[in-house]
């Protein structure tokens, strides 16, 4: 009887074995869906929209088609994600505030959720104002925020995502106290700052990029080691005095038990995506920092980021995890 099940056994794993590596061979032969949990028009939608106009070249064909899943800090449209099938056809657009809201409230998932397929771009964070603001630099932003704690409003993306964040971690740096607004990604704090509904907001490219081209917004100042290539005149916060400096991350994850055959064949498919030249030409315009990471150093790197987050969220006392 041993022998009889240790067969059958064998000859499952065979089976399923085989039946990964067929599922990889013809991928895909239908459409690919990426959820987005943020509305259009915020980075990471515009990134995988960027990537979407080149993926049928790479993908037998096949258009790969964004859902947007905007509101509750990413959580859910990353719960929807959760409930596709492990076989390479609903896959999410990873970002930097996924990882940030598992430190920052108790949510169902966490970094073993997801299989790391690549990581595509990273790029620095940028606070913006409307272009009749009054503060012409950051030195007078923070000195405002430090005379009036409290009643200088700057917007996210998202409750416990990595632009709230990263805007609780520099009042944190500055000593001053903001008013922190959220919304459903980083398109609508864009649409609220033209609208001057808020003060300022903290983006990530290339969110705002159009308005400040238009002469609605004005950027005050690049969270990054380096200025931008779109904005030559827009001083680091480095440059003006402020050591501080925080940026975001995109990439793609499949559902945990995805097929390493198959997440190979995926990987595969959107390396070729971000090395098209349309697409680098897109990436340029964007003001994108295309980053690529295969399966291992994405899992690794998000590992890291998340025990990062985890420590900042408990040193400084940020969201309400870790401070019940």
């Keep these: 009887m041993r022998k009889i099940l240790g067969s059958l056994s064998l000859i499952v794993l065979v089976c399923l074995l085989g039946s990964a590596a067929v599922m990889a061979a013809g991928y895909p032969n239908k459409e690919v869906e990426i959820v987005v949990p943020w509305a259009a028009g915020g980075a990471t939608d515009m990134v995988f929209r960027a990537i979407s106009t080149v993926f049928p070249k790479h993908a037998n064909g096949q258009p790969l088609i964004i859902k947007n899943i905007p509101g509750g800090g990413a959580v859910p449209g990353t719960m929807e994600f959760l409930k596709g099938r492990p076989d390479g056809y609903t896959l999410l657009g990873i970002a930097t505030p996924i990882i940030t809201k598992i430190h920052m409230s108790e949510v169902p998932f966490d970094t073993d959720s997801f299989a790391p397929v690549i990581m595509v771009v990273e790029n620095p964070c940028i606070i913006m104002v409307p272009a009749n603001s009054p503060y012409q630099n950051l030195n007078e932003f923070v000195d405002a925020a430090k005379a009036n704690p409290g009643k200088i ?112 064949t995926i990987h595969d498919i959107f390396l070729a995506c971000i090395e098209d030249p349309e697409f680098l030409a897109q990436a340029e315009d964007m003001g994108l920092r295309v980053v690529h990471f295969n399966p291992e150093q994405f899992a690794e790197y998000i590992e890291s980021e998340s025990q990062a987050y985890e420590e900042l969220c408990k040193t400084k006392g940020l969201g309400d995890r870790y401070t019940k």
Excluded: C, Y
């Design 153 to 264: 409003s700057i917007g996210n993306g998202g409750a416990g995502g990595g632009t709230h964040l990263v805007a609780l971690a520099f009042e944190n740096h500055v000593g001053a106290e903001f008013l922190h607004v959220p919304f459903g990604g980083g398109g609508p704090s864009v649409t609220a700052a033209v609208g001057g509904h808020v003060d300022s907001i903290n983006v990530s490219a290339p969110e705002g990029f159009t308005n400040v081209d238009a002469g609605q917004l004005r950027v005050l100042g690049v969270l990054g080691e380096e200025r931008l290539e779109r904005f030559p005149d827009a001083p680091t916060a480095l440059e003006q005095g402020i050591d501080f400096s925080m940026a975001m991350w995109r990439g793609v994850a499949a559902p945990a038990g995805t097929p390493e055959d198959l997440i190979k």
